[in-house]
């Protein structure tokens, strides 16, 4: 096991993230949760929040970049399963 650190934290609910955005897949069967990936996203901008102030450069840039890039990802997650529900007469 890594040892606990921020950055750990961060990378790991990153990851979530991005496996319930069907970006990292575990399996062919692998569902994508919109909802889950929303909340584990929210769940990182309250932790940015509440640790204003209290981290590093490093810790900071990792978190602010993290976020940047999940939130992008799941606009564009949205907008493709908004396209795959199109149904056309």
Same mark, same amino acid.
Request: aromatic share 8%; hydrophobic share 40%; no cysteine.
């Given at each position: 096991m890594p040892p606990a650190s921020f950055e750990f934290l961060v990378a790991s609910l990153r990851m979530q993230a991005e496996m319930a955005m069907g970006l990292i897949k575990m399996s062919d069967d692998q569902p994508v949760d919109l909802d889950a990936s929303r909340h584990l996203i929210d769940l990182l901008a309250m932790l940015e929040e509440k640790t204003k102030g209290n981290l590093t450069l490093e810790e900071h840039r990792? #978190? %602010?970049n993290s976020l940047t890039e999940l939130r992008f990802r799941y606009v564009a997650a949205v907008g %493709? %399963?908004?396209?795959?529900?199109?149904? #056309?007469?």
């Open positions: 990792f #978190l %602010e %493709e %399963e908004s396209k795959s529900n199109i149904v #056309l007469p």
